[in-house]
């Protein structure tokens, strides 16, 4: 289930099911989207990216699926695992590279 | 390896001291960019620096000075003017526009 913690949304899955992890962007121009995994005292580590003309594209276990209709991004993960557990920004590119962070979504994996 | 490197991990500032924190780069990026984060947020940008001996200031540049005088080195200074220090800071590199940003682990700031 979804729930809404004191700073950041917490999503809760059960090791082995997918995760899917939404954000709405602000900027209808924006070309350039980039999903981060952050764990705990650690900067965040790349993970996806998408341009504005595909909607879709795969990774190793990941896929980001854009909507320009409704300016909105998800990270799908399959097979969650316990090293997954992070909290997951997601970031638009407004332009000379520069990014808009989302607040972020933690992602807890129980065993 | 190839990297960001940030230091120091940890950094105690005391009542009108600045402080200068430490990134280096040895991935030949050209652009440069300091974030801050604050507990249960996103991060906000800083200052960035597109090219060696140029920057230009971000959403949250007030109490922060940089400066580029190496491709490979980005420090920023805290200075007092800065009221509300304590935070994690992260730099990050990328080679150009629509490109993924690679950042280092950050430094945090408390204040003594």
């Known amino acids: 289930g979804e729930s809404v913690g004191l700073h950041l949304p917490t999503l809760s899955v059960q090791e082995g099911d997918n995760s899917i992890i939404n954000c709405a962007y602000s900027?209808?121009?924006?070309?350039?989207f980039i999903w981060y995994k952050q764990e705990s005292g650690k900067g965040p580590q790349f993970i996806i990216d998408?341009?504005?003309?595909?909607d879709k594209r795969q990774g190793q276990r990941v896929t980001v699926l854009l909507n320009k209709t409704v300016k909105h991004l998800s990270l799908q993960i399959a097979a969650t695992q316990p090293g997954d557990s992070a909290v997951y920004f997601c970031?638009?590119?407004?332009?000379?590279?520069?990014?808009?962070f989302g607040a972020g979504t933690r992602l807890a994996v129980h065993p | 390896d190839g990297g960001i490197t940030q230091s120091p991990k940890y950094l105690f500032r005391k009542e009108g001291q600045n402080v200068t924190l430490s990134c280096e780069q040895n991935?030949?990026?050209?652009?440069m960019y300091w974030y801050r984060q604050d507990p249960g947020q996103g991060l906000r940008l800083i200052y960035y620096?597109?090219?060696?001996?140029?920057?230009q200031k971000g959403d949250i540049a007030e109490g922060y000075s940089v400066s580029r005088e190496k491709k490979e080195s980005f420090p920023l200074t805290v200075t007092s003017a800065q009221k509300n220090p304590t935070a994690f800071y992260l730099c990050?590199?990328?080679?150009?526009?629509?490109?993924?940003?690679?950042f280092g682990d950050g430094t945090r700031l408390s204040i003594l």
């Open positions: 990050a590199s990328g080679s150009g526009s629509n490109q993924p940003q690679h």
């Open positions: 991935l030949n990026h050209d652009a």
């Open positions: 900027n209808s121009a924006s070309d350039y």
């Open positions: 620096s597109q090219i060696v001996n140029d920057f």
């Open positions: 998408i341009r504005s003309n595909m």
């Open positions: 970031a638009e590119n407004r332009g000379y590279n520069k990014l808009i």
